[in-house]
């Protein structure tokens, strides 16, 4: 499968469906405290993506076998994927929630991570420093840049931070398709791999393990935890490759900030 150059058209089609993703993680934010559980979460991400912004979750129903839910509520030591249950959030937990919407054919595709009331300075670091590890990614991307000095800009921060890269999940290019080409690894060599180029729309979404990084998927097919059961993080932009460097096409409608 070749990467798919969006043109200007298919561009603002993602710039929309970026923005919808955004504006439903703002959406949720309010509702994260102590007592939810991930269903009453999903359930509400369900209706505002088809009701409020007139899209589909795309997470629905995909893959083998099919994801039950309309989001994914990784908790704690889940790294990703985790799917929604009736499980209470308690007090210290940190969640990621993933939300992927399908409007007018284009995927949105951003996930954030979220305190459940008071956590720990601990936990707070390891978020602090996914965030840091994302974003250090994206500072990279701009024509002839390549995707090795992405994972190793990522990579970087996380492992001077005392952190572990999980290297079995990555970034994808995004599109119509869910996941398309390109592969965006969060971890490698700097002038390593593909070229980026102007109209490249693709993901990069760090998961970063407190502890070590081996993993294991759990019977359901989907969820999947640490190994040592140690907390794990992650972020997820889309990022646009523009004519001279990179535009984000799902930062907060609410603070402006990404």
């Not at 929309?16 to 007592?35: H, M, N, S, T, W």
């Not at 995927?107 to 994302?134: C, F, K």
């Amino acid at each position: 499968m070749a990467v798919i150059i969006k043109n200007a058209e298919e561009i603002a089609a993602m710039r929309v469906a970026g923005r919808l993703a955004a504006e439903a993680l703002d959406y949720i934010g309010q509702f994260i405290k102590p007592g939810i559980t991930t269903n009453e979460i999903d359930k509400l991400i369900h209706d505002y993506h088809i009701n409020v912004q007139g899209g589909y979750p795309a997470p629905l129903g995909y893959g083998n076998p099919p994801f039950p839910k309309s989001c994914c509520t990784s908790v704690n030591h889940v790294i990703c994927h985790g799917i929604p249950d009736d499980k209470p959030l308690k007090n210290g937990d940190i969640l990621n929630i993933d939300v992927t919407i399908i409007k007018d054919g284009f995927h949105g595709d951003s996930s954030r991570m979220y305190a459940v009331g008071e956590i720990s300075p601990q936990a707070r670091r390891l978020i602090n420093i996914t965030h840091e590890s994302m974003m250090a990614g994206i500072s990279v991307v701009k024509p002839g840049a390549t995707l090795g000095d992405i994972g190793y800009a990522c990579q970087q921060v996380v492992e001077n931070a005392g952190y572990s890269m999980v290297q079995e999940f990555c970034g994808h290019g995004v599109g119509r398709g869910f996941h398309e080409e390109p592969q965006v690894l969060h971890y490698g060599r700097r002038h390593t791999g593909l070229k980026l180029q102007p109209g490249m729309i693709f993901t990069i979404e760090p998961m970063v393990n407190q502890g070590k990084r081996q993993l294991r998927i759990l019977n359901d097919g989907w969820t999947v935890v640490t190994k040592d059961h140690k907390l794990s993080a992650q972020w997820e932009h889309e990022v646009l490759v523009t004519e001279n460097g990179y535009e984000i096409l799902t930062i907060s409608p609410l603070t402006g900030k990404p």
